[in-house]
């Protein structure tokens, strides 16, 4: 089981429900693709959504009203 350190990701000051939402979102963007290219995938769609997000390729945006909750 990948279990990757978070802090890295939580510094810039991400809410969890923000990093939860967008590797979410983003897997079921990689599983559509996948879908409709008749893909099969190696690693399941939430793994690769981390994996990105961890590298940087995408970034969690999340608006200033939830940012001090």
Do not use: W
């Not at 000051?13 to 190696?42: C, D, F, W």
């Not at 994996?51 to 970034?59: L, V």
């Amino acid at each position: 089981m990948f279990n990757p350190d978070l802090r890295n990701v939580l510094k810039d000051k991400t809410s969890r429900y923000s990093l939860v939402t967008a590797i979410a979102k983003r897997a079921r963007e990689i599983s559509s693709e996948a879908q409709e290219n008749e893909e099969v995938l190696n690693e399941k769609p939430v793994s690769i959504a981390l994996d990105e997000i961890i590298s940087g390729e995408f970034k969690v945006i999340e608006p200033e009203e939830i940012r001090n909750i």
